[in-house]
């Protein structure tokens, strides 16, 4: 199976910086494209940033200038560097991907969430 672990998540005061890290791990082939979506309490998971094996992004509207998604394809791993923070970017962001497991067969998986919380 496939696994997706998120690190990086945490306080920060209005203006700051985190960045987010997501490993994926387990019975890999090929991975076409991971990223980050975040969901508040009463509302519907939203897509953040997204980043394709071939390098091509994008990203919400609401995050754009301010977060930078980056993929190292050698270990598997997605980073989310988020500046500028902002209260209303206080949710919890899930690691998502879409990944062959084998040659020819393929699923999304999702990582289990990390808090992020903006707040003075």
């Known amino acids: 199976q496939v696994q997706l672990v998120e690190s990086g998540g945490g306080l920060v005061q209005p203006g700051g910086s985190l960045t987010l890290s997501c490993a994926a791990s387990?019975?890999?082939?090929?991975?076409?494209?991971l990223g980050w979506y975040r969901q508040g309490p009463g509302k519907q998971r939203e897509l953040v940033a997204r980043?394709?094996?071939?390098?091509?992004?994008e990203y919400a509207d609401s995050v754009k200038g301010r977060f930078t998604i980056s993929r190292d394809n050698a270990k598997n791993t997605v980073y989310l560097q988020m500046n500028s923070l902002k209260p209303e970017d206080t949710d919890v962001y899930y690691c998502?991907?879409?990944?062959?497991?084998?040659?020819?067969?393929?699923?999304?998986?999702w990582g289990q969430g990390t808090q992020v919380t903006v707040s003075s």
């Open positions: 387990g019975s890999i082939f090929s991975i076409v494209a």
């Open positions: 998502n991907g879409y990944i062959y497991f084998s040659t020819s067969q393929w699923n999304e998986f």
């Open positions: 980043v394709t094996s071939g390098g091509s992004t």
